[in-house]
């Protein structure tokens, strides 16, 4: 493998293994894993909440399906909370648990909406897990960390995507997607970085 796509690599996809955490975090999307990865978490007592965050993708106005576990979770939800929250209860989380924040249109909204219900709810978060797709940890956890500045965030990706560390360089949608994310990381972030460091 070149040099620099191991170094793409390397900075695109994180994780982390999970420890018991103060929440369970996760970036608004139609994919049914990241769902169903904080479900399993918060099964084995990693974290007593879970914060899915999102309403749809703002170029969109609507929430535009599920893009994974159409067939498993059928049905139409209005937003992408709805959806992780339907995936979230399928799977065992009981509604009790389970966070609202579904007004976020992009993924720094998810981090900044986050923050504002954890805070409303009175909630110190020192260590966070973030579930998100693979080809999104980098990115997801710069803006949560933006937010959550002195929480340890721990990047939990799904599995069984289809964009993967290992394959990502072999496949026209994989190098779209993870080239796509390295463009974003630099691209979104210029503003973000003036204001916390000028």
């Known amino acids: 493998m070149l040099e620099w796509i191991r170094e793409i690599t390397d900075f695109i996809f994180l994780e982390d293994t999970p420890r018991p955490a103060d929440v369970i975090f996760i970036p608004g999307n139609g994919h049914a894993e990241p769902s169903e990865l904080a479900a399993r978490l918060y099964a084995q007592g990693l974290a007593p909440w879970v914060l899915p965050s999102g309403r749809y993708a703002i170029g969109r106005g609507e929430f535009a399906g599920q893009i994974s576990g159409a067939q498993t979770y059928a049905g139409r939800f209005e937003t992408e909370w709805a959806f992780m929250r339907h995936v979230l209860v399928q799977n065992g989380v009981p509604e009790s648990a389970i966070l609202r924040e579904d007004e976020a249109t992009y993924t720094y909204q998810n981090a900044i909406f986050s923050r504002r219900r954890t805070d409303a709810a009175r909630l110190t978060i020192r260590r966070a897990l973030l579930?998100?797709?693979?080809?999104?940890?980098?990115r997801a956890k710069m803006y949560y960390q933006t937010l959550y500045p002195d929480a340890e965030l721990l990047l939990c990706p799904a599995p069984g995507t289809p964009v993967t560390?290992?394959?990502?360089?072999?496949?026209?949608?994989?190098?779209?997607?993870v080239l796509g994310e390295l463009e974003r990381c630099g691209g979104q972030f210029h503003d973000i970085l003036k204001e916390l460091m000028l």
């Open 131 to 138: 579930c998100c797709m693979p080809q999104h940890a980098r």
């Open 165 to 177: 560390r290992e394959t990502w360089m072999h496949e026209p949608e994989g190098i779209d997607a």
